[in-house]
Nanobody, 124 residues
Framework: QVQLVESGGGLVQAGGSLRLSCAAS????????MGWFRQAPGKEREFVAT????????YYTDSVKGRFTISRDNAKKMVYLQMNSLKPEDTAVYYC?????????????????WGQGTQVTVSS
């Protein structure tokens, strides 16, 4: 079992920044790939960013490249998503997720544990 708890969401004006955190417990965190997904009202859950077990490999969806940064601290069992230059279209519930393997993955079926989500609202 893996437990994931997100924090750091909130309301921010367009152009602002937020840092999401995800605290993990349970399974061997340091050998697991991690990801962030988001879901806006009326839309399907979409991939945002992923990081491999070591933090040495990352991948982002095109719409956040250059603005978001995913990172991890294996000693603290934490994953972060630094979000800069936020836009109203970034408004969504953001979910932290643990992968079935150790690499980077962009599809939900490669992840088997999900947090409860944290709301991010960007006002124009």
């Amino acid at each position: 079992q893996v437990q994931l708890v997100e924090s750091g969401g909130g309301l921010v004006q367009a152009g602002g920044s937020l840092r999401l955190s995800c605290a993990a417990s349970g399974r061997t965190f340091s050998s697991t790939g991690m990801g962030w997904f988001r879901q806006a009202p009326g839309k399907e859950r979409e991939f945002v960013a992923t990081v491999n077990w070591s933090g040495g490999s990352t991948y982002y969806t095109d719409s956040v490249k250059g603005r978001f940064t995913i990172s991890r601290d294996n000693a603290k069992k934490m994953v972060y998503l630094q979000m800069n230059s936020l836009k109203p279209e970034d408004t969504a519930v953001y979910y932290c997720t643990a992968a079935k393997g150790s690499s980077i993955y962009t599809v939900p079926r490669m992840y088997d544990y999900w947090g409860q989500g944290t709301q991010v609202t960007v006002s124009s």
